[in-house]
């Protein structure tokens, strides 16, 4: 990685090219927590920008919009700018513009009728994202295909504000950032278990991209305040509700004769999906639960953070419920 890769990047021929940040942030004292993603994706001549706010009331505030792209020149759009001010150290995210609030989070079964029955407000975000830790650089490339083979995640302090139909609330916490660029289809994927928490001075993500025939490709990293140590082990446990959502979830990251045990809860989860016609009338199904947790570790150091369970759908069940 060098400094100039904090920036975008020259557009690839990939029809499929993807070059997109996201910006995990919770302040357990606020009680909001939540993500911001933007992505370009200039070949196919538009962007998507989302917002995802879970809320002290256990509401949820959302936006989603495919902005028109036709250049990789900077992250901008539909009310959101992300400004990079010195790479792997300090970046600048805003957004003004409309939320929906929708009461259920679980409605967003159905996006459609979830957001368009729900009242849409005005919304501010302003945070200044800070390196916590150095960046931390791995591929999600599989034999199946591309997903994101220029990628690097690192863990961040945010601190600003964010405004909710004229309630400001001051956030201070931590949290997590990725960058990637290169060919993405979320139907790439089998099915994958993204998982992080960070608190001052620690932090951790771990990563399983499952296959069709069982195998696996696992990794990730643990902070522990003075070194990054990339794991060689990664275990994963899921407790799941009657939705097939994850409601507890048990991780042990492994580096040499290190080993962390963390047991993880989530506090609110949204289920989002993907849709692509791959060009014979074939509709494919992608789910991503969000779901914003909190994380104990071994040596009882609470953690806040986020766990992303991305599943295709056959048959109506996501297919990676081993894991």
């Known amino acids: 990685m060098r400094p100039e890769d904090d920036y ?3 557009v690839g021929p990939e029809p499929n090219f993807n070059e997109s940040m996201y910006f995990h942030f919770h302040d357990p004292e606020a009680r909001l927590g939540g993500f ?3 992505a370009n994706r200039p070949n196919e001549g538009r962007g998507e920008v989302t917002v995802c706010l879970f809320l002290p009331d256990g509401s949820l505030g959302f936006f989603f919009a495919r902005p028109e792209v036709t250049s990789n020149e900077a992250f901008e759009g539909a009310g959101m700018a992300f400004r990079v001010r010195e790479p792997f150290r300090h970046i ?3 957004y003004s513009g409309p939320i929906s609030v929708v009461a259920d989070p679980a409605a967003m079964d159905d996006p459609k009728l979830a957001l368009g029955g729900s009242p849409r407000v005005d919304c501010t975000v302003e945070l200044a994202i800070r390196g916590m830790a150095p960046a931390f650089d791995h591929s999600f ?12 995640e690192q863990l961040l ?4 504000r964010v405004v909710v139909d004229g309630t400001e ?4 916490g931590f949290g997590l950032r990725d960058h990637s660029w290169g060919p993405r289809y979320w139907q790439t994927p089998w099915f994958y278990r993204w998982v992080h928490g960070a608190t001052d001075g620690f932090g951790f993500m771990g990563a399983w991209f499952g296959r069709p025939d069982g195998s696996s490709i696992r990794g990730g990293f643990v902070w522990d305040g003075e070194t ?3 794991v060689d082990g990664l275990d994963i446990v899921t407790e799941r509700d009657d939705r097939d959502e994850q409601a507890g979830i048990a991780v042990v990251l492994r580096c040499a004769r290190r080993e962390w045990k963390v047991q993880g809860r989530a506090l609110a989860t949204v289920p989002l999906r993907n849709r692509r016609d791959d060009g014979s009338g074939t509709l494919s199904v992608t789910r991503i639960v969000e779901s914003l947790m909190v994380w104990t570790l071994h040596d009882g150091r609470t953690l806040h953070g986020m766990s992303e369970y991305l599943d295709q759908i056959l048959h109506g069940r996501p297919v990676g419920l081993e894991v």
């Open 8 to 10: 975008t990047h020259p």
């Open 36 to 38: 911001v993603r933007m």
């Open 92 to 94: 600048d995210i805003s």
């Open 141 to 152: 490339d599989t034999e199946e295909g591309s997903f994101a083979p220029n990628h690097y």
């Open 157 to 160: 302090s945010a601190e600003g």
């Open 169 to 172: 609330t001051a956030l201070r």
């Open 228 to 230: 990054l140590h990339e």
